[in-house]
């Protein structure tokens, strides 16, 4: 049986997953407008330094009375630390080129392609289990990505603008991935670090492009809607992935296109192609195979193995039992509301979710 701690846990990262999607919703509208007045390389860079340095300023505002410092970073996360700002460089510059030639409504739509991308590299890469349910959803979203990516039917072309938005939403797929690597660290410094570096990062790519510099008052802007719609919306999305996983926290995540179609009518107040209907159609079927997939509960505790080694006493060879602890990661799936039981009276050398 779940207990209640595990039920409200599960509840809240899922509310924690909703959240973030809803505060990321605000970001394609918002940064449609202020495209007309802050170039795409320039708009990435403040998006993620407002999200990285807001963060940095909470997390500085909490933790001084505690007198805690900021976990050093281990060798085993260089790798997933360098390609998640490295992503986090890319996928923005490519969704900002990718925005200025598409309607923010379809652009909106077009970022669930991040749940593809997303299940699919945690499925080829990091082994997580996709279930038919999910299969369908991924199939749904891929149908109306191509039909919202369509210029033309009678020529089979493809947007452009279409086409570099699907780009961003598969390096942030992987990028997911990799952040999904480091959700043991604290959800704030997971932001810290990848709003910091990716925000200097595409700012000296701004620089080197020699993109004309914006003015301060869109500039403040721009990092508002960063720290909003990034940073606050990062942090909740990983809380979530620490209780959840990278697949299924993608999956709960695909409200964000649906409250940011809402969002882009209401401030253009423009109509879309018919195309975008069926579209429109297709990821909400989708959406309902994804979040009524089967929830991944994933938990640590501890597990004490006792093993024999040998010691020399003296000229002698003595055998010698110890016990030593540590604590791992397990998974497990249930259904919707049904309740799970499980025990592990003996998990010595059975470690099926890594150690």
Sequence with gaps: MLSRKNTNSLREATAYAFLAAALYALNMPFS????????????????????????????????????RVFAPIEKDEKPYILGMVLLDILAPALLMFGLRSTLAANASLLNNFEIVATSLIAL????????????????LVTLASVLLS?????????????????????????????????SNRASSDIVIIKGIGSGFGSLILALLTREAFPQVGFILLTILLGFVAYGLSI??????????????????????????????????????????WVGLILMAAASWFLVTDTIS?????????????VKRRGDD??????????????????ENEEDHDHSHPSDAGNDPAGS
Excluded: C, D
């Design 124 to 139: 080829l890469l990091f082994k997580e289990a996709i279930s038919r349910r999910l299969w369908i959803g991924i199939g």
């Design 235 to 276: 942090n909740y999305y990983v809380k979530a992935q620490m209780q959840l996983g990278a697949a299924k926290t993608s999956a709960y995540y695909a409200v964000a296109p649906f409250l940011g179609v809402i969002f882009s009518l209401l401030i253009f107040r423009a109509l879309p192609l018919p195309t975008f």
């Design 32 to 67: 449609r407008l202020l495209l007309g007045s802050v170039e795409p390389l320039y708009m990435a860079a403040f998006l993620y330094l407002g999200a990285g340095l807001g963060m940095l300023g909470m997390w500085v505002l909490r933790t001084k009375p505690k007198g």
């Design 297 to 309: 509960i994933q938990h640590t505790h501890p597990h004490t193995h006792t093993e024999m080694v």
């Design 317 to 334: 060879l003595l055998p010698e039992m110890i016990e030593y602890t540590h604590t791992h990661f397990h998974a497990h799936q249930r």
């Design 150 to 182: 369509m210029e033309s039917f009678s020529a089979f072309r493809f947007s452009s603008g279409s086409l570099l938005i699907l780009a961003a939403s598969t390096a942030w797929g992987l990028e997911n991935n990799f952040t999904r690597k480091l």
